[in-house]
């Protein structure tokens, strides 16, 4: 089979290798799986630079998120037949055009949902939806301000805030992307953060500030956002796509009575293994409805993998780019 290897850890994807390499056999508790589309992370790119916390021994086949078909079963799996399409995966293993993960980290495909729509959704609506409803209790009516809002996990905080009842200010860097983002979700408001955005937050506002912030950027939007947080807010920290690690005056806190969260939806769901399930069944549940509208920005083949990446890298993603091996 066709995989994109990772042979060693080095910049601008400088170890990754796209060869043929076995065919793996699935062992016991344990799927293969033909990859129809496997989304493209953040995590994955950190990886081919041993730059994420998921370290995996060298040679490794990365991509967290793969939708496809069961072509292989190993012993003792019964919940699944040959052919069922499924969605889920694990750490590695989804860049390739077959992968072995364990059973109990897939579930049936939404039948709403393509399969390059089902590759990108579930990391990124679990965490919006492990943010915004377990962490700040979001109510309807409240103002959220979501940065990154043309990001996968960004956009998802949009699409299920607004599901909610809150009241969206999707703020990006870019006119372009937020004229999709208004065009496809109906924010009730969007801030092109460049130059600064605290006075725009407080005029939309009415002066009172953003009750939930949602931010996956960090650096100066953080320092930012604690400006023009409510009184009594909550600040979502979910990553730092900036690049640099803000730090907190706490004496602002103090004063303006904020809370800062921080969210990791997978460590929520290991330290609250009850909770956990419970997200997940909500998460896939809005989909299976069709409440939430994931956003495919691309899906390029195996072959062009590394426009796949840069596109991530160089923010041009409105929602979630995608790899398929069978294009």
Known sequence: MRALVVEELAPDYGGC????????????????VRVRAAAVNFPDLLQTRGEYQ?????????GMEIAGEVEALGEGVDRFQIGDAVVGGARIGG?????????????????????SEAAGYATAYLTAYVALVRRAQAEAGEWVL?????????????????????????????????AIV??????????????????????ITGGAGADIVYDPVGGDVF????????????ILSIGFTSGR??????????????????????????RFPEKGRENQEAVWALAREGKVTPRVHAEYPLADWRAAFD??????VVGKAVIRPDL
């Open 17 to 32: 290798v796209l060869k043929s390499v076995e065919t793996p056999t699935p062992g016991p508790g344990e799927v293969r």
């Open 54 to 62: 998921h370290k995996p021994p060298l040679p490794f086949i990365p």
């Open 95 to 115: 860049f390739s055009e077959l992968a072995v993960t364990p059973a109990q980290g897939l579930r049936p495909k939404p039948e709403r949902l393509s399969f």
């Open 146 to 178: 979501v940065h990154g809002a043309a990001g996968g996990v960004g956009l998802a905080a949009v699409d299920l805030a607004r599901h909610l009842g809150c009241k969206v200010i999707a703020a990006s860097a870019s006119d372009e992307k937020l």
């Open 182 to 203: 208004r065009e496809a979700y109906r924010p009730e408001a969007t801030v092109n953060v460049t130059g600064g955005f605290r006075e725009a937050v407080k005029a």
């Open 223 to 234: 320092d930012e956002s604690v400006r023009c947080v409510a009184f009594n807010g909550r």
């Open 245 to 270: 690690l803000p730090t907190l005056p706490v004496n602002l806190a103090l004063i303006k009575g904020f809370s800062l969260m921080g969210v990791r939806a997978g460590e929520y769901g290991r």
């Open 311 to 316: 596109s991530l890298a160089e923010r041009k």
